[in-house]
């Protein structure tokens, strides 16, 4: 008979199988300044966000701050690796952009910083705690407040939909994939042992990505046939959320 647990990690094995889909979201854009040989315009930002994201969730699923959820480690660890290999084509293709590489280089020194931080904070500060409560309510606020952010990067593109009455600038299947990988990842906190911390931001990263599907619902009718065809800059910054 298949326990609670059992179906946790099953749960999570699929919640895992969709983030790896969000990561890879943004290959067509990639694919393209590789051709190109050119960033155009595209913004490195989202995925250097992404990298901070990431190694705090790392840490948050390594069994020193939280038992039983290797899986959020596993799939954020690969997620840190596609990002590096994101933010290495920027580095290659930026050209002679003013400070593009010398900004990028500074974020990432900024974020190893901060995440040391964090992990000496939790190691140091709390190791007389008799529980793990405190590392996690710690490590978890600070995960949370980035994936919330992470969640709710598309909505900036609603007041535009709103005003134009059209979706061709609405990340659509971003936000669908964010909405089934928030689904997955909520339904995993809430079974066996309730991870509060996953629940709460992908709790709410589920209402915030059935708003924006309820937008595009909302205006895909009166949206103009034979737009532009150019990805917009939030549609191809889809970035893991866990």
Same mark, same amino acid.
């Given at each position: ?18 983030? *790896?889909?969000? *990561? ?141 009455? &059209? ?33 709460? &931001? ?19 009718? &009166? ?8 990805? &917009? ?10």
């Amino acid at each position: 008979m298949v326990d609670a647990q059992q179906v946790r990690t099953i749960v999570g094995v699929i919640g895992n199988v969709i983030s *790896f889909g969000l *990561f890879l979201s943004p290959v067509p854009m990639f694919w393209r300044i590789i051709k190109k040989e050119s960033v155009e315009e595209f913004q490195p930002y989202p995925y250097v966000f992404t990298v901070m994201n990431c190694m705090l969730w790392i840490f948050y699923g390594l069994p020193i701050v939280h038992k039983d959820s290797l899986l959020v480690t596993t799939i954020n660890g690969v997620g840190l690796g596609i990002e590096a290999i994101y933010i290495g084509i920027f580095l290659y293709y930026c050209g002679d952009k003013k400070n593009f590489r010398r900004n990028i280089g500074l974020y990432l020194v900024a974020e190893i910083i901060g995440v040391v931080a964090v992990v000496l904070i939790t190691l140091y500060a709390f190791k007389n705690y008799k529980t793990d409560f405190a590392k996690q309510t710690f490590v978890g606020v600070i995960c949370d407040v980035f994936n919330i952010a992470m969640y709710a990067s598309p909505c900036l593109v609603i007041k535009k939909v709103w005003t134009t009455k &059209s979706v061709e600038y609405m990340p659509f299947w971003l936000s669908l994939i964010s909405f089934l990988n928030a689904i997955c990842w909520t339904a995993y906190s809430l079974l066996y042992k309730i991870d509060l911390y996953v629940l709460i &931001s992908n709790g709410l990263g589920t209402f915030l990505c059935a708003i924006q599907l309820a937008v595009y619902a909302k205006f895909y009718k &009166s949206t103009p046939k034979g737009g532009s065809g150019k990805p &917009s800059e939030i549609e191809i910054s889809g970035t893991e959320k866990v």
